[in-house]
């Protein structure tokens, strides 16, 4: 199993929204080059991070992630959900190691990604439950168990064998990821399964480990001390 340290950046600084909601920022760092220090010092060997100018369509962070790639070496995972092969690519000459893709293109486009960029290379998101109504128009589509599974299969015959799973009713809260849906999922459509979400104790990591899922994506517990990432490290190796 592997474990994703997050980094959530907005005009350079380190920060959570809650349901793709630009007005529930919370800030946590103004320096996310010492939030990917931190983590290498900590024996990260990925970490996830997410542009939100790009998400909210307030411009990009590119430079900014291409300079963190560079100066913190390890493998870095792109999440937010780029929605064509040329956001894709541009997110892999800023050094990116995994791309991960929003659904809404289906099937052609996966296809259309996965030829052009490399499956191996790229994730699928799918974010399941859904926010209440009334939530941000940035919030991410939502999908049902069948309309999940459908979408990983389809991903899985481009050649993309990993997805980003997460119940977008957990997410941002610290109440717990849906282990049991992301597993379901996992043997349902014969992928990879990386749960994010709500993860907010080492037993919730262990349990992960234990349900036989690819890995967890981390952060608002990280950055309110809820637990160590050499303590999540740790779990998550047994």
């Not at 963190?68 to 870095?76: G, I, M, Q, T």
């Not at 849906?181 to 996992?186: H, T």
């Not at 690819?214 to 303590?231: C, D, K, P, W």
Request: charged content about 20%; some cysteine; aromatic content about 4%.
């Amino acid at each position: 199993m592997e474990l994703y340290p997050a980094i959530d950046i907005r005009a350079g600084r380190v920060v959570r929204v809650r349901r793709g909601d630009p007005g529930s920022e919370r800030l946590y760092h103004t320096d996310p080059l010492a939030v990917a220090e931190g983590y290498a010092r900590d024996g990260a060997r990925w970490i996830h991070v997410v542009d939100l100018d790009h998400v909210f369509g307030a411009g990009n962070q590119s430079a900014l992630i291409a300079d963190l790639v560079r100066r913190v070496p390890l493998r870095w995972q792109a999440g937010g959900g780029a929605a064509t092969a040329e956001e894709a690519e541009a997110l892999f000459a800023c050094g990116i190691s995994r791309v991960i893709m929003r659904p809404a293109g289906g099937a052609a486009l996966l296809q259309d990604v996965a030829r052009r960029c490399g499956g191996s290379r790229l994730a699928l998101a799918l974010d399941v439950a859904g926010p209440p109504a009334g939530a941000s128009q940035h919030a991410p589509r939502a999908l049902d168990h069948a309309g999940a599974v459908a979408l990983a299969r389809a991903a899985a015959s481009a050649g993309i064998g990993t997805v980003v799973y997460t119940d977008l009713a957990l997410e941002g809260r610290l109440g717990g990821a849906d282990v049991g849906g992301a597993a379901a999922l996992a043997s349902a459509a014969g992928v990879e399964v990386v749960v994010s979400g709500g993860i907010h104790s080492l037993e919730e990591i262990s349990a992960i480990c234990a349900a036989g899922l690819a890995g967890a994506v981390v952060g608002r517990a990280l950055y309110e001390g809820t637990f160590t990432l050499r303590e999540a490290l740790a779990c998550s190796s047994r």
